[in-house]
């Protein structure tokens, strides 16, 4: 359970998102039915930009339990690139029943937001793994290489238009929402292939340690794809139903509110689980001032 709790401290929101699989067929959308199409999605690019920094808390039923750091920089080693890095460690009591110091960074032209490496660091009491995902889009493809202490294991992802975890919220956060709007997006994150469906609720006003902002409520969705696109068949995902319907949910609901407005930040996430709830809140952002 330790495990379990921790990982869901830190995949909450989509801000670290390593563990998304918590979150499979979480949510108001219906299970595909065949073939998946996924939209490209116009957006504004100068929504997150480098010199932007973000600190959020995580608690586990009201005790304090992790801390993360989200930072946008430009990328020393390719002109024009930016790269966006979250660091996430257990605090106090639960850093003595779990100890955690993972990080996850991803590197993409803002152009796009299309991830071209995207990078894992997990050093935990019970996992210790570093990996590595690289994008080809024009082949539609994308390489992982993931290394333990004692092994090393590779696989291959088909794709149509794929995003990192990371490079998928900074594209959420790129894009205008109003209540009912509903945007499929394509996800891999090196593990799994996943379809992820935002769809956005009421509107309203959100106070968290940061100040007050002018909210909106988006309610995520996560089903698991094949690493074929091949094999999305009605036949497969009615399987996948039935398997998800058998495993004990780690996450009985989600919820995440944003910033309405550019450059929109997570502001807070609040999850049930089985064990009690986990909640997510925003205690700094910072963003260099946007163009006149």
Do not use: C
């Given at each position: 359970m330790r495990r379990k709790?921790?990982?869901?401290?830190?995949?909450?929101?989509?801000?670290?998102?390593?563990?998304?699989?918590?979150?499979?067929?979480?949510?108001?959308?219906?299970?595909?039915?065949?073939?998946?199409?996924?939209?490209?999605?116009?957006?504004?690019?100068a929504t997150v930009r480098p010199g932007e920094k973000s600190v959020y808390r995580f608690s586990w039923n009201g005790i304090d339990a992790a801390r993360a750091v989200f930072e946008i920089s430009k990328?020393?080693?390719?002109a024009g690139r930016i790269c966006a890095r979250a660091d996430a460690e257990t605090v106090g009591a639960a850093a003595l029943l779990y100890l955690a110091q993972d990080w996850v960074s991803s590197c993409?032209?803002?152009?796009?937001?299309?991830?071209?490496?995207?990078?894992?660091?997990?050093?935990?009491?019970?996992?210790?793994?570093?990996?590595?995902v690289r994008f080809n889009h024009e082949q539609g493809a994308a390489e992982r290489v993931k290394k333990r202490l004692t092994r090393t294991t590779e696989r291959s992802f088909e794709f149509t238009n794929a995003f990192c975890p990371m490079s998928a919220a900074m594209?959420?956060?790129?894009?205008?929402?109003?209540?009912?709007?509903?945007?499929?997006?394509?996800?891999?994150?090196?593990?799994?292939?996943?379809?992820?469906?935002v769809e956005a609720a009421e509107e309203g006003?959100?106070?968290?340690?940061?100040?007050?902002?002018?909210?909106?409520?988006?309610?995520?969705s996560i089903f698991e794809l094949p690493g074929e696109r091949a094999r999305e068949t009605k036949r497969?995902?009615?399987?996948?139903?039935?398997?998800?319907?058998?495993?004990?949910?780690?996450?009985?609901?989600?919820?995440l509110?944003?910033?309405?407005?550019?450059?929109?930040?997570?502001?807070?996430?609040?999850?049930?689980?089985?064990?009690?709830?986990?909640?997510?809140?925003?205690?700094?952002?910072?963003?260099?001032?946007g163009p006149p």
């Open positions: 709790l921790i990982h869901a401290l830190l995949a909450i929101g989509g801000v670290i998102a390593v563990g998304p699989s918590l979150l499979l067929a979480l949510g108001p959308a219906p299970y595909p039915q065949g073939p998946v199409t996924f939209e490209s999605y116009q957006f504004d690019p990328d020393p080693k390719k993409m032209m803002p152009e796009t937001l299309q991830p071209e490496v995207y990078n894992i660091q997990i050093r935990e009491s019970l996992d210790y793994y570093d990996m590595n594209l959420i956060r790129s894009l205008p929402w109003k209540p009912g709007d509903q945007r499929s997006f394509e996800v891999v994150d090196g593990n799994e292939r996943y379809l992820l469906v006003e959100v106070t968290v340690p940061a100040g007050t902002f002018k909210a909106i409520r988006i309610q995520p497969y995902f009615e399987r996948q139903k039935m398997k998800d319907q058998k495993r004990t949910a780690d996450m009985t609901s989600f919820t509110w944003m910033a309405a407005d550019p450059p929109r930040p997570f502001l807070k996430a609040r999850s049930d689980v089985y064990f009690g709830h986990v909640d997510m809140e925003l205690m700094e952002f910072h963003a260099p001032p």
